[in-house]
């Protein structure tokens, strides 16, 4: 989910924060419905500092840009039979959710729309229709 550019990156060593951050992403897993909920089984959920440059670059955007979530593996409706099993996983990006989102509240909401957001693409929806539906 790509949204506005941001200012220069920064490292920062785990925190409680962190633990924080971790109970938002928590929670939002635990907001979704089933049957929805059942394809989390599918995926792994992960937690990184921020997106690499290739993981921006193959997202179609620049250095300066935010990406909150990325969802990385084969949505289920282009599985098939005959397929090797290819490892799905959403990965969630702390820096930028906080650097765009300072107000807790604000924070977890955007947490569980990033999370409904990736989810939707391990389950075959594109960008196209999640704005359709309204989802943003």
Known sequence: M????????????????DAGFEQLVERALGSIPEPFARALDEVAIVI???PSRDQLRES?????????????????????????FVPNKITLFQIPLEEDFPDAAELE?????????????????????LHDLGAY
Request: glycine share 8%.
């Open 2 to 17: 790509a949204k506005r550019p941001r200012g220069s990156a920064r490292r920062r060593r785990r925190s409680d924060a």
């Open 48 to 50: 990184e500092e921020e």
């Open 109 to 129: 909401h955007e947490v569980r729309i990033t999370v409904v957001h990736e989810l939707a693409h391990h389950l075959g929806i594109d960008d196209d229709r």
């Open 60 to 84: 179609g955007l620049r250095p300066n840009d935010s990406l909150y979530g990325l969802y990385e593996g084969v949505p289920r409706t282009e599985w098939a039979a005959d397929w090797a």
